[in-house]
C-alpha cells in the first residue's frame, strides 16, 4: 500500500525516497506514514531537501542550524544534498528518540518539542527556556481555545486535521487512533450513552 502523500514526492526521486524511508522507519521501529506525514508538513509540502523557512530552518524536517551543527553537518550541506541521502540526518536526528516514539503526533514533537513526547492531553508545552506564552505567541495555530498557551490535546487536534481524510478512512486509520485516542474514546463514550438515552426513552 502507498504510502501517505507519496504521489506528492518528486518523481525523480519517488522509488528510492519511499524505499529509503520505509527501511528508515523500521529502524527507527515507527510507522513509515508518520514520518511521512511530518516531513510533508515541514517542508511545505515538498519534500524538498533544500527548501528554507525565514530563520534558516532547512529541508525535509526543517533542520536549524544548531541541530544541523549536533548532528556533524550545517544547513549548508543539508540544503546541497539529494532528498534520500537527507533521510541519513533525519534518522540521525530521530534516533535518539527511538523507544520513545509511539505516534505520529510523538513524531512531531520529537522534531517540534521533544519535551512533550508522550506527555498526558493537558500537559502544556514550555520548557525552562521558552515560556507557555511564547509557545502560543509563535504558534498560534495550535492555541485552538485561545487561552495563550498550547496543550498537547491542542497539538493533536491540528495535527490529526492535517491528515487527508481519505487517507485516515481507506483503513489504515491506525495513526489517526494512536495519535487521537483520547478524543476517540470520549466520542465513543458519547455514542453510548445516547443511545443507552434513547433505548431508554423508547421503553417508557
Known amino acids: 500500500m502507498a504510502l501517505v502523500y507519496e504521489s506528492k514526492v518528486p518523481n525523480s526521486y519517488r522509488t528510492d525516497f519511499v524505499n529509503k524511508v520505509r527501511e528508515v ?107 507557555a506564552s511564547q509557545i502560543a505567541k509563535q504558534n498560534p495555530a495550535f492555541d485552538v481555545n485561545k487561552d495563550g498557551k498550547v496543550q498537547v490535546w491542542e497539538v493533536k487536534k491540528i495535527m490529526l486535521q492535517k491528515l487527508p481524510r481519505e487517507w485516515v478512512n481507506d483503513g489504515t486509520i491506525g495513526l489517526a487512533i494512536k495519535s487521537y485516542k483520547n478524543y476517540l474514546a470520549i466520542g465513543l463514550l458519547l455514542i453510548a450513552i445516547g443511545a443507552t438515552y434513547i433505548y431508554n426513552v423508547r421503553k417508557r
Open 25 to 131: 522507519s523500521t529502524r527507527l521501529g515507527i510507522d513509515p506514514n508518520w514520518l511521512m506525514a511530518i516531513m510533508y508538513w515541514e517542508s511545505a509540502s515538498t519534500f524538498s531537501p533544500s527548501i528554507q523557512n525565514s530563520i534558516g530552518a532547512t529541508g525535509l524536517i526543517q533542520f536549524i542550524p544548531s541541530t544541523a551543527i549536533g548532528l556533524g553537518t550545517t544547513t549548508t550541506a543539508l540544503k546541497n544534498m539529494s532528498a534520500v541521502d537527507q533521510l541519513d540526518y533525519v534518522e540521525k536526528y530521530l534516533k535518539v528518540y527511538k523507544g520513545k516514539i509511539n505516534s505520529y503526533v510523538d513524531t512531531y514533537f520529537a522534531i517540534f518539542f521533544p519535551l512533550a513526547i508522550g506527555k498526558p492531553d493537558e500537559w502544556v508545552v514550555q520548557g525552562a527556556g521558552i515560556s
